[in-house]
C-alpha cells in the first residue's frame, strides 16, 4: 500500500486507466479475461488502475464479484497503483471500501450513492463514514446526484486526513477553481467528466493536469499521445485529435444511454481485446455503430504513433 502523500502525488498529474470488467457470452466473469487485460494496461504506464469503477460496471458485479475483480487487478497490475470502485448507500459502500483494502487496493473511488439526491451535510457523512471504514485513501467522485460543494471539499480535506483526491465529474470549472483555492495542495483534482479529454484543455488552464481515461482502456496510444500534445502545449496537435476523434466519439457516445461504458467494450473488439458484452440493463453498441467506431479508430491511427 502506497502512503496517502506518494499516492496523491502520483495521480496528480497524468492519465487514470479504467480497466473493463471482462464477460463471457454467457455473463460470467472471465478472470483470465480481466487479468490479461490488467496486465496489457499496466504495460500502457497510466497513474493508476481503477478497479470495478463506472467503466468496469460495478453496478453489475455481485459483492463477491467486486472483490475478486480488485483482486486480480492487484494481482496483475505491475506495481501501477489500484483504485477500486464503492458505491451504493453507506453501509454497502463500507463493505465495498473494505473489500478493496481486503484485496490489497491503494485507495477506495468512491462512487456516488445509489439513486438518492442529498444535502451536504448528508453526503459529507457518507463520505466521512467510508472513510473512517478503511485505512487505505479514498477519492469522492462528485457528479449527478452527488455533487459536492467547495465547502464541502474543503471540510472533508480538513476533517478526513485519507482524502487524497478528488474527482469532479461534473466540468464545472468555477466550482473546481473555488476548489482548489480552499484546498490547494491538500488534495489532487481529478478531471473525471465523461470522455475528460474534451475538457482537459480548460482544466489545464485551471492548473488540473490528471483526468480519467476511458479511451485508454482500448486505444492507449492515442490517449497517451493526446496527454504529451497538452502537456507539452501542442495546441495544433490537441486541435485535430479532438476534432478528429474525440468530438466524433462523443457523438457516438450520445446516441443511447449507457454508452459511456458500452463504448470502451466496443473499443475492446475493435482493437482485437475483446471483453465481451456488457451486462443488463445495458446494451452493446449495434453492428453500425461499432463499425463507426472502428473507422474512427482507423483514421485516429496517424495521430497514435
Not at 115 to 138: D, K, N, Y
Not at 151 to 176: F, H, Q, S, W, Y
Amino acid at each position: 500500500m502506497l502512503p496517502l502523500d506518494v499516492l496523491r502525488d502520483r495521480i496528480a498529474e497524468g492519465i487514470m486507466a479504467f480497466p473493463a470488467t471482462p464477460f463471457g457470452a454467457d455473463g460470467s466473469l472471465d478472470e483470465p479475461g480481466h487479468a490479461a487485460h490488467v496486465a496489457f494496461l499496466a504495460q500502457q504506464q497510466p497513474t493508476a488502475l481503477v478497479a470495478a469503477g463506472g467503466a468496469g460496471e460495478i453496478f453489475s458485479l455481485t459483492l463477491p464479484e467486486h472483490e475478486r475483480v480488485v483482486r486480480i487487478t492487484v494481482a496483475n497490475s505491475h506495481g501501477v497503483p489500484v483504485i477500486g470502485g464503492a458505491a451504493y448507500g453507506t453501509m454497502m459502500a463500507c463493505e465495498m471500501a473494505r473489500a478493496v483494502e481486503r484485496a490489497g487496493g491503494d485507495a477506495v473511488l468512491l462512487l456516488p450513492p445509489y439513486l438518492v439526491h442529498s444535502e451536504q451535510a448528508g453526503l459529507f457523512r457518507h463520505i466521512q463514514t467510508v472513510c473512517a471504514a478503511v485505512s487505505i485513501a479514498v477519492i469522492p467522485y462528485s457528479r449527478d446526484n452527488a455533487v459536492l460543494e467547495p465547502e464541502t471539499v474543503e471540510r472533508l480535506a480538513r476533517e478526513c486526513p485519507n482524502i487524497v483526491a478528488l474527482k469532479d465529474g461534473t466540468g464545472d470549472l468555477a466550482a473546481v477553481g473555488q476548489i482548489k483555492n480552499r484546498v490547494g495542495d491538500r488534495i489532487a483534482i481529478i478531471n473525471g467528466a465523461p470522455t475528460a479529454e474534451v475538457f482537459a484543455p480548460q482544466f489545464q488552464a485551471l492548473g488540473v493536469q490528471s483526468y480519467s481515461s476511458a479511451v485508454f482502456t482500448f486505444f492507449p496510444t492515442l490517449a497517451r499521445r493526446f496527454f504529451e500534445a497538452l502537456r507539452g502545449h501542442d495546441q495544433v496537435l490537441v486541435n485535430a485529435i479532438l476534432e478528429g476523434f474525440y468530438n466524433p466519439l462523443v457523438e457516438l457516445r450520445n446516441r443511447k444511454h449507457g454508452y459511456s461504458v458500452s463504448i470502451v467494450k466496443a473499443g475492446l473488439r475493435v482493437a482485437g481485446k475483446s471483453a465481451g458484452p456488457v451486462r443488463s440493463p445495458l446494451v452493446d453498441l449495434d453492428a453500425v455503430e461499432e463499425a463507426m467506431l472502428a473507422d474512427l479508430v482507423a483514421k485516429a491511427a496517424q495521430w497514435s504513433q
